[in-house]
């Protein structure tokens, strides 16, 4: 259910929790008032008509509410000398709403015929509006004193759109695009160029700037990008990442076996390893990173990838080592055997490919390929190596038995195998986690993962929820710690080697996250 929530900035905390009940289909946009310190909230609802309503919100009370577009609405802003004043801008749209003492907002629409779309908002020093749009262009509205605005000044500050604007404490303005430029402009009512740079193409073009010190006359920012990258500096210096993830899907995650590591994979080609605090190397490959394991040596992680290929990295350094080419299908999950001794590769042809190992995991032969019919989705050794189990995007599972690479017929007599790594999402130790009565809105089991102690089962849904079980987990009444990180399908849940952490990878909003496991006791 839509609704906002206040926090402390300092300890997060909730303050307090709004609009429940009262948003439509979540929400667009908010931003807090300035002339009152922020006492009152604007909220832009993401409804058809895209209702933009004011609230006071330490005491939960609506103070006005309208209707505002049926075409694209990008945000709105407070008016910095006027708390009953807000700006809405968007495609073909910017707009000024003026709250009356009854409720109603009077609209005053500045752009009078139908131009480009507004993707960014900011004031000068004396309340003039300043916004940029989809074709790069810079457009200065004045405040005429009768609560209108007229054009004052318009130029081409960018060759691609412009993502955002912002005023620095000196007055000087920065302005920010899909052109990856940044552009300072002395605001004495002239805004010519003062200074300009560009971001690296692996960076991606600007998104947002922020400044790094509020009141410091400096033009030192932080700066977020289109490719999910935060960079630090200044017009006068070199900017450097502080902050890098995944940009598009994620696909793949994996734990390293001995170490407090994991690596990722997805669909923006790229593979990073990561320690629990920084970026270890990223390595970018030539099509999309569907699967990843690391080699029970530590010496080797190997990535599955979208056209059918694994390929062997250097887990120190990322460096390429080897590809292979397995399947015409893309590869769909991969596991090891304890020794380091045989690669299993699932494809979504729903073959198995069983690969000999040699050298610490830096040279690889077929052995063999297991035909199946339907697209794999996990493969587990078991721990003595002499068996499979795969479960398929149907939520099958199979059983494999690798002396005759061929499928066991009889489920009931691989009940008390023990697994090497339990990843597969069906079997009888894990039956808990399917249809538990405890859960009130349960959903499709996308990821699960035993810990090396044999004591926690974690698993994740298509709702965006993360939960925490004992393990083994076998009655529906189970009890389990639940928490709901994500918007949508969790694609992968892993525990670090010696049970400290929970890594948790998101699918389409690319999160990535970690979780420290601690005693209830």
């Known amino acids: 259910m839509a609704h906002i929530r206040i926090w402390d900035v300092f300890n997060l905390t909730t303050l307090t929790i709004i609009g429940v009940n009262d948003v439509d289909n979540g929400v667009g946009a908010l931003a807090f008032s300035r002339q009152n310190e922020g006492s009152y909230l604007m909220v832009m609802d993401d409804s058809i008509d895209h209702v933009l309503s004011m609230w006071d919100w330490k005491h939960e009370r609506v103070l006005g509410r309208t209707t505002t577009y049926t075409r694209e609405v990008n945000g709105g802003k407070f008016h910095p000398h006027d708390d009953n004043v807000i700006i809405t801008y968007g495609r073909a749209h910017l707009t000024a709403w003026r709250r009356r003492k009854d409720g109603m907002f009077q609209k005053n629409e500045l752009m009078k015929t139908i131009g480009d779309n507004i993707l960014c908002l900011e004031f000068d020093e004396d309340g003039d509006v300043i916004a940029g749009d989809s074709s790069g262009a810079i457009s200065v509205w004045t405040d005429s004193g009768d609560g209108s605005f007229r054009l004052y000044k318009e130029f081409q500050a960018h060759q691609r759109g412009i993502n955002s604007l912002l005023v620095l404490a000196d007055g000087t303005l920065l302005s920010g695009g899909n052109d990856r430029y940044i552009k300072a402009w002395r605001n004495v009512k002239q805004y010519k160029l003062m200074a300009t740079t560009m971001l690296p193409d692996t960076t991606g073009g600007v998104r947002t700037l922020c400044p790094q010190r509020i009141t410091a006359e400096d033009s030192s920012v932080f700066v977020g990008t289109t490719r999910n990258i935060i960079v630090e500096g200044s017009l006068y210096r070199r900017f450097a990442i502080t902050v890098q993830g995944h940009y598009k899907s994620l696909l793949a995650l994996a734990t390293d076996p001995d170490f407090a590591s994991f690596a990722t994979g997805g669909e923006d080609k790229a593979v990073c390893k990561w320690t629990m ?169 996308t990821s699960s993962h035993v810990s090396s102690s044999n004591k926690l089962l974690s698993a994740a849904d298509d709702e965006g929820y993360v939960r925490l079980f004992r393990y083994p987990c076998i009655s529906p009444k189970a009890d389990y710690h639940e928490i709901k990180p994500y918007t949508g399908r969790v694609t992968s849940v892993r525990f670090l080697y010696d049970d400290s952490f929970l890594i948790t990878a998101g699918g389409i909003d690319a999160a990535l996250m970690q979780w420290m496991v601690v005693s209830n006791r």
């Not at 199946?372 to 038995?401: A, K, P």
């Open 277 to 445: 605090h920084r970026l270890q190397w990223r390595a970018q490959i030539e099509t999309d990173c569907t699967a990843l394991a690391f080699h029970p040596s530590d010496l080797v992680v190997v990535a599955g990838t979208q056209d059918g290929h694994i390929i062997a990295l250097n887990a120190d350094t990322g460096m390429h080592i080897t590809t292979i080419n397995v399947s015409k299908s893309p590869v769909s999950c991969m596991s090891y055997n304890k020794e380091g001794t045989q690669l299993a590769v699932g494809s979504k042809d729903g073959n198995i490919y069983l690969y000999s190992v040699t050298s610490s995991g830096f040279v690889y032969k077929r052995r063999n390929v297991m035909r199946g019919n339907d697209m794999l989705r996990n493969v587990d050794f078991s721990h003595d190596g002499r068996y499979l189990q795969s479960d398929t995007d149907d939520y099958d599972l199979l059983y494999w038995y690798i002396a005759n690479f061929e499928q066991e017929k009889l489920p009931s007599t691989m009940r008390d195998v023990r697994w090497s790594r339990l990843t597969c999402t069906l079997g009888y130790s894990i039956n808990g986690i399917w249809n538990n009565i405890n859960q009130r809105l349960p959903g499709l089991i």
